[in-house]
């Protein structure tokens, strides 16, 4: 008889725990999750001050480390083997940057910036549509696949000589918008390329906790008044992933960091607006894109 209440009363315990952990996820779920109301009240106040927004919010939340990124040297034999099919080029060195030339490209390092021209491609657009732009793009990238191995194709901009496919690196669930490789296609082929790659080692530190999307959207309002670049502005596209900022990728021993930042894309300008998730504070001023430079 004793043994009958013993159990009853360990199920009923045990019952108890259950709905005090369900209780407890449940809690932590909304800590980390934006309310239906916050949502409405956030695309309320934008529309309000001119900024329509044609893209859902980010509402899902977890605490986000940085991350260790090596600053990486080449050899001249690795980048003609990259870049040239394994060409012997002719290098110019200079203070900031070097460059290689080949018979038909030239290419220019600059820290973990890199820039490559093909001078004998014609631009312009002409016939080029932007589904066969991506597609020459992504041939293009499969030729540098033991770099650039795990970067996705992100967006495809037209541009007046054609096409600009970006690619950005991706790391586990999140983009790396410092490590990115930008095509640029004509209806000729490829006629440039630009990139920026820093390996990613792994998370340094403990993780944070980081601003929600509508905290950034709002700090991206106050400034976009205060720019005058216009009285209103469409809001296509947020992303959350990770950047380098000026303030926090400083290298030590040849290693830099990534932090969390949101990316806002704009229909008015082709260069994202970007977030630190951390601060929720603008990475740069705004300015217009004649005056921006990736």
């Not at 790391?171 to 790396?176: A, N």
């Not at 469409?234 to 992933?241: A, K, N, P, V």
């Amino acid at each position: 008889m004793e043994w009958g209440y013993a159990k009853k009363f360990v199920i009923v315990l045990l019952i108890l725990l259950n709905i005090c952990l369900l209780g407890l996820n449940y809690r932590q779920s909304r800590e980390t999750a934006m309310t239906a109301s916050q949502e409405r009240a956030v695309f309320e106040v934008l529309s309000e001050n001119g900024i329509t927004m044609y893209t859902d919010l980010i509402l899902e939340y977890e605490p986000m480390s940085r991350l260790a990124c090596a600053v990486p040297t080449y050899t001249k034999e690795e980048l003609e083997r990259m870049f040239f099919q394994g060409e012997r080029t002719t290098v110019v060195p200079g203070a900031e940057q070097t460059v290689y030339r080949g018979a038909d490209a030239a290419l220019t390092i600059s820290g973990y910036h890199g820039s490559l021209r093909y001078p004998g491609v014609a631009t312009g657009k002409g016939e080029l549509q932007r589904g066969a732009a991506l597609e020459t793009a992504e041939q293009y990238l499969a030729q540098l696949q033991d770099v650039f191995s795990d970067f996705v194709a992100d967006h495809t901009s037209e541009t007046e000589e054609g096409f600009r496919v970006t690619f950005y690196e991706q790391y586990r669930d999140r983009m790396i918008f410092s490590n990115y490789i930008a095509i640029y296609v004509s209806e000729s082929g490829v006629y440039q390329v630009t990139f920026s790659y820093c390996p990613v080692i792994g998370p340094n530190g403990d993780e944070k906790d980081i601003f929600y999307s509508d905290e950034a959207l709002l700090t991206f309002l106050r400034e976009w008044k205060k720019s005058n670049l216009g009285e209103t502005a469409t809001i296509s596209r947020m992303e959350l992933g990770y950047d380098m900022t000026e303030k926090d990728s400083a290298s030590e021993q040849e290693i830099c960091y990534a932090v969390p930042c949101y990316y806002v894309y704009l229909m008015e300008r082709e260069e994202p607006v970007r977030i630190n998730a951390y601060t929720c504070q603008m990475v740069e001023p705004l300015v217009s894109d004649a005056a921006s430079v990736q």
